[in-house]
């Protein structure tokens, strides 16, 4: 099984909503990341955790804050949003020592 | 700098017609070179990793190879379904498991 979940597929939030994205992977994998994906760009990498620990902030403003709560889960928390936010999200899973990243469906968010 | 460059930017192939997409990459070291489709709306999807020069893997349609400074995805006789932006990323030996993507090939397949 190679599946990255993610929930909501869709999000429209205003300026001041607080929100969550939340992503799960049963693989065992313990590095789990957040990338950020605008139209017709390649992903850019948000945020990596490894052994559930913050590894990389690619200086992402701090309206975004990940959090990980266990080795399957990986959330990503939304305050004070800016429409230029607005973009497809992806979670990726992989093992720390190994290198293939499994990528989820992505969360379509829209800030309005 | 480590750099990622894909060509072409966009490839219109007709049902059947064969053809390669491109990754060329300077890296300090690399770790590994990675192929993932990516269909509109979707998260990429994992094709290939290849790790040394002269390494080849299949998939179907889909055959990727490496050399020293660039990888190729060939597509033999390609299908409508095929259609998808390619893309490749990087793993370089000293930023750990850190990819560095490439822009991507827009392909489209036409019956």
């Keep these: 099984d190679t599946e990255v979940t993610q929930t909501p597929k869709h999000l429209v939030m205003g300026m001041t909503n607080k929100k969550s994205l939340k992503c799960e992977q049963h693989m065992g994998h313990r590095a789990m990341y957040w990338y950020k994906q605008k139209a017709k760009k390649p992903p850019e990498l948000m945020f990596v955790y490894s052994y559930e620990k913050l590894s990389i902030n690619e200086s992402v403003p701090s309206r975004f804050s990940p959090e990980c709560p266990n080795s399957s889960l990986l959330n990503l928390h939304l305050h004070a949003l800016q429409p230029e936010d607005s973009a497809l999200y992806l979670c990726a899973s992989s093992q720390v020592h190994t290198y293939e990243q499994y990528f989820g469906p992505g969360t379509r968010l829209t800030v309005t | ?111």
């Design chain 2, 1 to 111: 700098e480590d750099q990622v460059t894909q060509s072409p930017e966009a490839l219109r192939l007709q049902e059947g017609e064969s053809s390669s997409l491109n990754c060329s990459y300077t890296v300090s070291g690399l770790r590994g070179l990675f192929w993932y489709r990516q269909d509109p709306g979707k998260g990429p999807e994992f094709l290939f990793t290849l790790y040394s020069a002269g390494e080849e893997k299949e998939k179907e349609r889909l055959k990727a190879t490496l050399t020293k400074k660039e990888s190729f995805l060939h597509i033999t006789a390609p299908k409508p379904e095929d259609s998808a932006t390619y893309l490749c990323a990087v793993q370089a030996v000293d930023t750990g498991n850190q990819f560095y993507f490439g822009t991507g090939t827009s392909l489209t397949v036409i019956p």
